[in-house]
């Protein structure tokens, strides 16, 4: 399916003949939607080099269970929850000094938001993916979790637009936009010095 790709090169798959329903069955027509209309845009992003402690506070303070983890501003991989909780048993004592790189998954499922959101939710499901990074004109724009799946299929249920059961901490409201882009930009400049604000240490600008 060439709308989805796996960066690590996951063989390929065919898909069964569909078998056709009885004719006492009446089936609507289906209604096309889009990884785009359900997607969590701008999605948490954090630096490789992170410590995975800053990592976990963030997803923790934020309500959310995936960070997308960017190198040098390009797509490196993304960290779960459960990542986390699989590198600090392996790592035992040492868990203290590991950093996002030991940690995150570097094979990324990913795709655009124009694609098919019944085609993508088929891969994750045959592959067992929990989430999908979304990509457009090689930047990354948003992510589809497991999360956002259910909304989409509470709202085939119900029939029309449903708002989000749970909003993700950090997406910051419209008037704040500005002062988040202020902090961001002030947050990288101190990574390439060597530090970097904790996540509970909040914005570094205030009205």
């Known amino acids: 399916m060439s709308c989805a790709r796996i960066e690590s090169g996951v063989p390929g798959f065919s898909l069964a003949p569909a078998q056709s329903l009885p004719?006492?069955?009446?089936?609507?027509?289906?209604i096309s939607r889009t990884i785009g209309?359900?997607?969590?845009s701008q999605p948490c992003v954090v630096d490789a080099a992170l410590t995975?402690?800053?990592a976990q506070e963030r997803m923790a303070l934020n309500n959310i269970r995936h960070l997308?983890?960017?190198?040098h501003g390009r797509l490196a991989g993304v960290l779960s929850m459960?990542?986390?909780a699989v590198a600090?048993?392996?790592a035992g004592t040492r868990g203290e000094a590991l950093s996002?790189?030991?940690?995150?998954l570097t094979t990324v499922f990913t795709c655009s938001p124009s694609d098919d959101l019944a085609a993508i939710a088929l891969e994750m499901e045959m592959h067992r993916f929990d989430c999908v990074i979304v990509v457009e004109n090689e930047f990354v724009t948003g992510i589809f979790t497991a999360t956002d799946a259910l909304r989409a299929l509470r709202e085939v249920l119900v029939g029309h637009p449903v708002e989000r059961g749970i909003t993700p901490?950090?997406?910051?409201?419209?008037e704040h936009v500005d002062l988040v882009n202020r902090h961001v930009s002030l947050s990288d400049m101190l990574k390439q010095h060597g530090g970097a604000p904790r996540a509970d240490d909040g914005m570094l600008f205030s009205h």
Do not use: C, K, Y
């Open 68 to 71: 997308v983890v960017e190198r």
């Open 169 to 174: 901490q950090h997406l910051p409201s419209r």
């Open 23 to 30: 004719d006492s069955v009446v089936v609507d027509q289906p």
């Open 82 to 84: 459960g990542d986390v």
């Open 37 to 40: 209309q359900f997607m969590t």
């Open 100 to 104: 996002v790189t030991d940690a995150m």
């Open 52 to 54: 995975l402690n800053d």
């Open 88 to 90: 600090r048993s392996l």
